[in-house]
């Protein structure tokens, strides 16, 4: 695909007019740069600690969700953190992280990344799941996802957001647990997953049902954070560079679909460090596009109606309203794109003038939410097969196969 031309389908027309800049969501930020320092190297003895004769990895890529810093010839960066609170390492192809793939900023406190060195290949699989909406009445589908992906084999998960049941909306003696409980699933699946900010994930923000003040120290996407790291991010397997996006903003009690420029102008710095013809994949929850506000029908009714108003004009809540200038950064890099949302599998080609773009949504774990008769919605995962940098359309795989369409 050529540099992305505004030239495109009328299904996105209604999504790419961008809001005005002051309506991105609060910063969360911290108040003043902290002086970050550490190394990162291949940890062959496996003790978390650089020993003697412990090669540094040059050129590895370090960010603090701002800006991005690359590692000198001994694997050492300095970085002045002015982010969310971490410094997350972009883990090198080849390598995988011990430990956290994030780590707290703390001035005066080293923040190093081991590497344990693996031969991922240029051939790989991935499953792509999301919605799982974790509680403890849940929890059987989100076993069942266990299950599945240990039949599979596949090399990593990704979930695109809705992880847990809710935080958007119910109070502070409630959401914490719901996180709790995902940290202690996650932790049982036995390959890394790789996970990103869904709607259901942002803490409070629907005052009116929360009862949660947006002075609260976990506010809006503190929560995520505070358990998961940093709410976008980029890793690197098999020659294919995947990028989690956060595609989920939110202007007082209502969130909408948009990347907000901090983490555009983090993009553009990721995407021009990348090697030359480096393919890109992103995953994110809310999709930059969708035929399902076409299909079903614009809602107005709550909890999550079709359309927001932004300074007297409509846009479409649930698809990415920037994604314009999300595809001019990434150029002819993209060869597909990943979302949620949804709770339906959905494949799209669009045929551009500068070339096809490709959209997919996976099922929801959770359940089939809504829909009856023959075109009621179908819980279920998608596995992905790369090969050479490129990546299939992907097999859909039912969470319940002996169980007829919805």
């Not at 982010?83 to 406190?109: E, H, K, N, T």
């Not at 120290?217 to 358990?227: I, N, Q």
Request: aromatic share 10%; charged share 20%; no cysteine.
């Amino acid at each position: 695909m050529r540099p992305f031309s505004r030239a495109m389908p009328v299904l996105l027309a209604l999504s790419l007019a961008a809001p005005p800049a002051t309506l991105a969501q609060p910063a969360e930020r911290v108040t003043a740069p902290i002086r970050v320092s550490g190394q990162v190297f291949e940890d062959t003895n496996g003790n978390g600690r650089r020993d003697p004769g412990e090669s540094g990895l040059a050129g590895a890529m370090v960010s603090d969700q701002v800006s991005v810093t690359t590692t000198d010839a001994d694997g050492r960066f300095t970085l002045d953190a002015s982010g969310y609170g971490f410094i997350f390492l972009v883990q090198p192809d080849g390598y995988l992280v011990r430990g956290a793939r994030w780590r707290s900023a703390l001035a005066d406190a080293p923040v190093d990344f081991p590497l344990l060195k693996r031969d991922q290949g240029s051939s790989f699989r991935f499953v792509h799941a999301s919605d799982t909406h974790i509680s403890e009445q849940s929890l059987p589908r989100m076993r069942r996802l266990r299950a599945m992906v240990d039949s599979i084999h596949p090399d990593f998960v990704l979930i695109t957001g809705d992880l847990v049941r809710d935080a958007l909306r119910v109070p502070e003696s409630e959401a914490p647990g719901y996180y709790e409980l995902l940290m202690r699933e996650l932790a049982q699946f036995s390959v890394p997953v790789f996970t990103t900010l869904g709607n259901h994930e942002i803490f409070g923000i629907e005052r009116h049902l929360s009862l949660v003040p947006a002075s609260h120290p976990l506010y809006g996407k503190r929560m995520y954070r505070s358990y998961l790291g940093p709410n976008y991010y980029a890793f690197t397997w098999g020659g294919v560079h995947f990028l989690s996006l956060d595609t989920v903003d939110y202007l007082d009690l209502e969130y909408f679909g948009h990347v907000d420029p901090v983490q555009l102008e983090w993009l553009r710095q990721d995407v021009a460090r990348l090697p030359m013809g480096m393919p890109v994949v992103t995953f994110n929850h809310i999709p930059f596009t969708s035929p399902s506000p076409v299909l079903f029908g614009i809602r107005e009714e709550p909890p999550a109606p079709s359309l927001i108003r932004i300074d007297g004009k409509p846009y479409l809540r649930h698809a990415v309203q920037n994604v314009d200038e999300v595809l001019t950064i990434l150029g002819d890099r993209l060869d597909l794109a990943l979302g949620g949302h949804f709770h339906r599998r959905e494949t799209m080609t669009f045929e551009t003038a500068s070339g096809p773009i490709r959209l997919h949504q996976t099922a929801a774990v959770t359940g089939p939410a809504f829909g009856e008769g023959p075109f009621g919605l179908r819980s279920g995962i998608t596995l992905y097969q790369v090969r050479q940098g490129h990546v299939d359309d992907g097999q859909f795989i039912p969470l319940d196969p002996d169980r007829a369409p919805e």
